[in-house]
């Protein structure tokens, strides 16, 4: 997967470079998905190198006995990949912060920018994923800090969360936000009380966004990797 998604950066900057050439498309719109697109595919890519072997330890129930603990331990991330997961995730936030740029700049001229909620549940994402690559460096005050940042992102486009009716990958970017939070505080003393709060949570925006499937399979879904929130990339309704 990981090869696929550096070949779709590779086309993208092909493409731009056709798009250059010619006035046939609207260059607003194209821009927004195709940057967009470009740092959806950093965040997936940072996400596989942090999570895709640790699957394990993503489970958002708390650990009923040693046992289960042991098979919550998280595998180390070699110093190299961290580094890429790292800039990835710094790719994804420097492009989310020049969309969310444009569009306050937008809304200062009275033109509504409908990807709002869109950038929010998507800068939410790129910021836990930033988080999470300081937790695993050892840098647990700035992850905290940023993790909080996240659920504030999050917070305005998750409906679970009370807040407006944004994209539908934005639950499942806030059930991660709510685990991998949960995971940093369980490496800190006294912080057990945050560690059962952020896991029922997660439950919580996990029973929601499956509450309308079939009885009794909401904890297989509670068991998927969370990146499957990032392999739904946009909506066409999302840059109306």
Not at 91 to 102: D, G, H, I, K, P
Not at 118 to 129: D, N, P, Q, T
Not at 168 to 192: F, G
Not at 203 to 211: F, P
Request: net charge negative.
């Amino acid at each position: 997967a990981l090869s696929m998604w550096q070949e779709g950066l590779s086309l993208l900057d092909e493409l731009n470079r056709h798009m250059l050439k010619t006035t046939t498309v609207n260059s607003d719109q194209y821009n927004k998905l195709s940057q967009m697109l470009r740092a959806e595919l950093y965040c997936n890519m940072s996400h596989a190198i942090l999570f895709s072997s640790t699957a394990t330890s993503l489970s958002s129930s708390v650990p009923k006995d040693d046992d289960d603990k042991k098979k919550k331990k998280k595998k180390r991330v070699k110093e190299d990949d961290l580094k890429v997961a790292s800039e990835h995730a710094r790719e994804a936030l420097s492009v989310y912060n020049q969309l969310r740029a444009t569009a306050a700049a937008a809304a200062e001229k009275g033109n509504d920018d409908a990807t709002t909620l869109l950038y929010a549940s998507s800068m939410g994402r790129a910021l836990s994923l930033a988080a999470s690559c300081y937790a695993l460096a050892g840098s647990a005050i700035t992850a905290e800090g940023l993790y909080q940042s996240s659920l504030e992102s999050l917070s305005k486009c998750s409906s679970s969360d009370g807040g407006s009716e944004g994209p539908p990958q934005a639950n499942i970017h806030l059930r991660n936000t709510y685990m991998w939070y949960a995971d940093l505080c369980e490496n800190w003393d006294k912080r057990e009380s945050d560690v059962v709060r952020l896991r029922k949570l997660a439950n919580e925006v996990g029973k929601g966004i499956h509450e309308e499937e079939e009885e009794g399979t909401e904890e297989e879904w509670l068991k998927k990797d969370g990146l499957n929130g990032g392999l739904w990339f946009f909506s066409l309704g999302d840059f109306r």
